[in-house]
């Protein structure tokens, strides 16, 4: 899963803030960056986890990971997978069975050899949920997935779920070296496309202690395979900056500046005035406030373009209240909300109104799937608001992400709410993009809130399966229907992707029916660079294309 | 006459009003009064303080529009500028500006007032007793409010407001901004009450009340209270400016008053972003902002002169 923060960003507290922008002036002046090994400075939001494949769900640790970590595949400006440490990927006629031969000659960044073996015990440990891996749902497509994650017997009881009798996947051999076979559970046609996220990433085998759990280093100072390493230990939590340096042996080519410096801000604002200021050099998406003011002051160093973003209000259907349990209620407040305006208005038109689960970019996009469910309509979410008792309740929360620039279009919602349903409405703020998905994690989070989802890689499932499928990553929303599950893997399996996408929107459809994320607006990407770099490109993913980046 | 005054009686509530003509004896109180009158600083900010407060009272005086009705916005208005129907233009949220800043202006007089009545109490009634009985209770007293003065008073609310958290302070309301800012505040009351009691107790009028066998309270609160209460209400008027733009200010770092609550440091907030692009929104509710702490400086220093001219 890939959840964004919108507006891509992290800091700590108003008074942080402040520290960072008092602070900015003084750590690097503008005049130095003509010096070769100046870094680049990219902004980002705060990591919620290790910088970790199988633990990185969300936008600002992706962006860093993207320069740390190559993967079997990678995917061109068109995001088509192109085989990367990977040689050949084959599977058989019932793509239950791949095969999988790995290139010579890439090493970690402690000198040893990338082979088949680091990608099976990478996956291995991401799948048990015995290490509380934030990706480990996107293994439950490989055999003994179920036998590494015992069923909980009583769900959110008490209970708890016996600990699992193997260590491994049972889907998963090395053959030699450099080679290593799969089997799904199912057929799966889109496995090498989706082989080039970071779920699947492999990891080293100093990563690993004597216990099978990950080194307490790793944290800190990963051991990395990609274009760059780690400069200097990063202490997530305390730590503003992420240091990356150029790995000269990577042999998947050599990037053009020696070092990167990540820095993670929480409050969008601050990071664009230090865009502007020249503190910083890279901002992938911009403030909303900003856009217009950008095109004019960025000139053609503002790049504006399709994104692959879907903006989600989510409900805990489950336990939250109310209105959030009640399908027809969380259509009322749907219909409810001005998708339109708070487009034009609040994003300078940087943001169309959704009206489907899966991006315009994506192929199986439906214009208008959604219906009427996404239409607005207050005299209709009214009444029907009334007609399931919603008159009863009391209030509405909105829970957000501070640090992504959300306020203003939270704001909107809100008064929309409370003007055409006339209930009372309490936006909640999160400080920082993790502290909210620890939450939603923790199920903590009772009312709606909002997500936003950037493919993994480009295929619809990625925006149903993690989202919305029982027990995916980022299924927030406590969503389970076996009917949708069924008809994804039927999708999984069709022989062609047109027979696929078939499936998958009738699974979408189902989504769109119950409505547990409503989409809200599809994104458009927004960044800008300073003068101190050129050739800046963003790939399909959002991330900085790191090997073309260059100082000018 | 400043000699005379200061070793006058303590004022009769019973008394009738004197006339404060010159040559006449005349209370401190009906003195600082015959002064206040002609002291134009004192009208302009008695006048404009009057006005906030019967804005803050009765806002729909001033406004048609009922600020807190969320369908008064429309957010296809949103950043309109300085229209007809919108005297101080439109917000993001595309929310009338002017009616907004009109009712915002409760939560800033309600928490400076507050917080001045909290700490004149508090801080006074403290100093009262430390000035008063001296020895332990002053070391006692005098070193908690020396703890309490040491922190500096915006970066320490910004603490227990960071600690407190959002959801409190939503719940609460104004108490939270309140009761932070008087806890820092009050310790500045007690010093000047205290050094205010300490020489008005020994002054001849208290030896010879106690000399006829008044007890400590009478002579606390008849004798003594009368007379070294001018210099409290003084700093107290002139602090509730500095509330008053200590609350704007911790709103607009996000810690103090929370949304839907309107209030003037958050409208600054929510408008910084857009400043270059939509100016009045920031500025309509920073000018009245501004109005509103030199309206009550204003009337804090001419309160000051009439009660107390030594310092002027």
Sequence with gaps: MRVTNGAKIAAASALLALAVAACGGGSSSPGASGSADTPVRVYISEPQNDLIGGNTGESGGAEVLKALYAGLVDYNDKAEPQLEIAESIEHDATNTNWTIKIKPGYTWSDGTPVTAQNFVDAWNFTANSANAQQLGSYFSIVKGYDALNPADPDEDGPKTAPPATTKTLEGLKVVDDSTFTVELTHPFSGFETALGYSAFFPLPKAAFGADGKLVAAESTSPITNGPFKIAKPYKRGTDQTISVTRNDSFKGGKAKVANIDYKIYTDPETAYNDLLAGNLDVMDTLPASQVANAKATFGNRYIEGPSSGVGWLGFNIKTGGVYATNPELRKAISMSIDRKTITQTVFSGTRTAADDNISPLIPGYRQGACGEACNYDPAAAKQLWESNGGSAVKEVTLSYNADGGHKEWIEAVANNLRTNLGVAVTPKPYEKFAAILDDLGAKKVQGAFRLAWLMDWPLPDDYLRPVFGTGGSSNYVQYSNKQFDELLNKGDAAPTLDEAIKFYQQADDLALKDLAYVPIYFYQLNAAYSQNVKNVKLDPFEALDVLNIEKA | ?312
């Design chain 2, 1 to 312: 006459m400043s000699n005379e005054m200061t070793v006058a009686p303590p004022p009769q509530p019973a008394e009738a009003p004197q006339p404060a003509k010159p040559g006449k004896p005349a209370s401190l109180w009906s003195d600082a009064w015959y002064d206040l009158r002609r002291n134009k600083v004192f009208i302009i900010g008695a006048v404009l303080v009057f006005l906030l407060v019967l804005m803050a009272l009765f806002p729909s005086l001033f406004s048609h529009v009922d600020a807190y009705n969320p369908a008064t916005c429309n957010l296809a208005n949103a950043r309109q500028g300085v229209t007809g129907a919108h005297w101080f233009g439109t917000d993001n949220q595309g929310c009338d500006t002017y009616s907004r800043v009109i009712y915002g202006a409760r939560v800033s007089i309600l928490v400076g007032i507050l917080t001045a009545v909290i700490t004149g109490v508090v801080g006074g009634g403290l100093g009262l007793v430390a000035g008063f009985y001296g020895r332990w209770v002053d070391i006692l007293l005098s070193r908690v409010a020396e703890i309490f003065f040491a922190i500096p008073a915006i970066l320490g609310a910004l603490l227990i407001l960071s600690v407190v958290g959002r959801d409190n302070s939503q719940k609460w309301g104004v108490w939270v901004v309140v009761m932070a800012l008087a806890l820092l505040a009050w310790p500045l009351v007690l010093r000047i009450m205290r050094a205010s009691v300490i020489s008005a107790k020994n002054q001849d009028y208290v030896v010879a009340a106690r000399a006829l066998g008044a007890g400590s309270g009478r002579i606390m609160m008849r004798h003594i209270l009368p007379n070294a209460i001018a210099p409290v209400i003084v700093t107290s008027t002139l602090n509730l400016g500095v509330f008053i733009s200590a609350e704007a200010g911790l709103s607009f770092l996000g810690v103090g008053i929370q949304a839907p609550t309107i209030s003037w440091g958050l409208m600054i907030a929510d408008a910084r972003a857009r400043f270059l692009s939509a100016p009045e929104m920031l500025l309509f509710p920073a000018l009245l902002l501004s109005i509103t702490v030199l309206a009550f400086v204003m009337l804090g220093d001419a309160v000051r002169d009439a009660l107390d001219p030594k310092l002027r």
